[in-house]
């Protein structure tokens, strides 16, 4: 922990081989340790939330039209 605590605060430096023994051990590529990757998921999740929003509202504006006109055909 002492020693994760001095990395932290730029007492001492990771190396390339722990930087490597960290992603192997989390199954991630060396590049993810670099790059906050969240915004990205967000952003992502976002424009899928969008797109499952304007087919719910397509499918709902579709069935509200069918049901009108069946209201208005039993007329």
């Known amino acids: 922990m002492q020693h994760l605590s001095n990395i932290e605060r730029g007492r001492r430096f ?3 081989e722990l930087l490597d023994r960290i992603a192997e051990i989390f199954v991630v590529p060396l590049s993810d340790l670099f790059i906050d990757i969240m ?4 952003n992502k999740l976002k424009a ?3 797109r499952i929003t ?4 397509n499918e709902l504006f579709e069935f509200t039209a069918k049901i009108k006109k069946k209201i208005i055909d039993s007329l």
């Open 39 to 42: 915004p990205l998921q967000a």
């Open 48 to 50: 899928q939330a969008k």
């Open 14 to 16: 990771v190396t390339a």
């Open 54 to 57: 304007a087919i719910i509202d």
